[in-house]
């Protein structure tokens, strides 16, 4: 996504929308995931350099392109493990499975046809979908015997539903390792244990893996050389 949005000119919008004043250095848009990163290898690149000749040696750019670019993409991809994080806390969210190795039109077709199939289910077969009522059907009841019960008898049983519930978890994930039961499992609640253990390799990402953009490549060549434009731009206006 942040190769795309880099082939897709996110350089030039960046320099234009700063000159025009549109991105005003300390502002809420300036702070935003892509520009701030992209601000930041503008600004810091173009102090390097002396105002009378190009701002750095066709190595020393490309090098400086790419550590702009692996914190842009960690600075992306630790946002959308957030992200995932609070989706998968609320209850009313179903997960559904995309298959990135399919060509876009594909995945866009499929999962269409899946949430409108989704939407016409009846209300409680819905229901059966999200991961909650399984795991945490008897919660409210709980909740209302609790009001009864003494502090410390409160607190023995909240500890002993919190285990019950990484007990029936640990159950579901591990069901996923078997084919028979993975397929018993309710969609959402499969999707959502996988994607929650795509979000633990996500915390430590760092950048570095390229799709597009890559050494000696087209794409990266015409990048480098909007690069330099929006350098020349920069410089021009100062």
């Not at 969210?93 to 190795?101: C, H, R």
Request: net charge positive; charged share 30%.
């Amino acid at each position: 996504r942040c190769e795309d949005m880099l082939i897709q000119g996110l350089l030039r919008e960046t320099t234009n929308l700063y000159l025009s004043g549109q991105l005003p250095d300390g502002g809420q848009q300036a702070r935003a995931i892509g520009y701030r990163q992209t601000l930041d290898f503008l600004h810091q690149t173009m102090s390097s350099s002396s105002s009378s000749s190009p701002p750095s040696s066709s190595l020393t750019t490309e090098q400086s392109f790419q550590n702009y670019l692996n914190e842009f993409t960690t600075a992306t991809r630790r946002y959308a493990k957030k992200q995932m994080q609070w989706f998968r806390k609320d209850q009313r969210f179903l997960f559904l499975p995309v298959e990135l190795s399919q060509p876009s039109n594909v995945r866009i077709h499929n999962i269409s046809n899946l949430i409108e199939s989704m939407c016409a289910l009846p209300r409680h077969e819905y229901e059966l979908q999200l991961i909650e009522p399984i795991m945490d059907k008897n919660e409210d009841d709980d909740d209302d015997n609790n009001q009864k019960l003494s502090k410390g008898k409160q607190q023995q049983k909240q500890q002993k539903s919190k285990l019950q519930q990484q007990k029936k978890k640990k159950l579901v994930e591990e069901s996923l390792t078997d084919e028979e039961e993975r397929r018993n499992l309710p969609l959402s609640i499969r999707t959502k244990i996988i994607n929650e253990r795509q979000g633990k390799n996500m915390k430590f990402y760092m950048g570095g893996q390229r799709y597009k953009l890559l050494k000696n490549s087209e794409a990266l060549h015409r990048v480098l050389k909007e690069t330099e434009d929006c350098f020349e731009k920069l410089r021009t206006r100062n």
